[in-house]
């Protein structure tokens, strides 16, 4: 894929922009791709809900990995027992510990992002079915949490 980089406004090397700063920062590129779509196409595949991502700052290296933030982001579906194909839009999905509250998609589809490992209880409720409560393990494992309601 062919990309264009910008330098620096009037200046001819990049070196003049790094000496300009006394050596003190370090370059960094921010690299920007954009893609089109195509909206015709169905979408048949599940929807990646669940991920694990490590964050790390460090300024020397003798900071080891199991210094490391882990957040992770679970999802699952809501979805009527009777009818296990019938997923259920616009549930409320609460995560009691932390406080987090959020809406199934039109698939019925929930995500939360940035938690750390533990064990949550989700509450689900939505019109027309009777509300539950389950406890999950959150470990970093990719699993989809669903729910039957």
């Given at each position: 894929m062919p990309a264009i980089i910008a330098r620096p406004d009037s200046l001819e090397h990049l070196g003049e922009f790094w000496s300009t700063m006394?050596?003190?920062?370090?370059?960094?590129l921010l690299y920007v791709v954009s893609m089109p779509?195509?909206?015709d196409v169905p979408i048949v595949e599940f929807m990646v809900t669940s991920k694990v991502t490590d964050y790390m700052h460090t300024d020397d290296e003798s900071t080891s990995a199991?210094?490391?933030?882990?957040?992770?982001?679970?999802?699952?579906r809501v979805f009527?027992?009777?009818?296990?194909?019938?997923?259920i839009p616009k549930a409320v999905v609460q995560l009691k510990e932390v406080g987090l509250t959020t809406e199934t998609d039109?698939?019925?589809?929930?995500?939360f992002l940035a938690l750390q490992a533990g064990i949550y209880t989700?509450?689900?409720r939505a019109a027309g079915y009777r509300p539950t409560e389950t406890v999950i393990h959150?470990?970093?494992?990719?699993?989809?949490y669903d729910v039957a309601l």
């Amino acid at each position: 894929m062919p990309a264009i980089i910008a330098r620096p406004d009037s200046l001819e090397h990049l070196g003049e922009f790094w000496s300009t700063m006394d050596n003190t920062w370090r370059p960094a590129l921010l690299y920007v791709v954009s893609m089109p779509l195509d909206f015709d196409v169905p979408i048949v595949e599940f929807m990646v809900t669940s991920k694990v991502t490590d964050y790390m700052h460090t300024d020397d290296e003798s900071t080891s990995a199991a210094s490391a933030d882990t957040l992770i982001q679970i999802g699952g579906r809501v979805f009527d027992p009777a009818a296990p194909a019938l997923n259920i839009p616009k549930a409320v999905v609460q995560l009691k510990e932390v406080g987090l509250t959020t809406e199934t998609d039109d698939q019925g589809r929930y995500t939360f992002l940035a938690l750390q490992a533990g064990i949550y209880t989700v509450y689900v409720r939505a019109a027309g079915y009777r509300p539950t409560e389950t406890v999950i393990h959150v470990t970093g494992a990719l699993t989809e949490y669903d729910v039957a309601l």
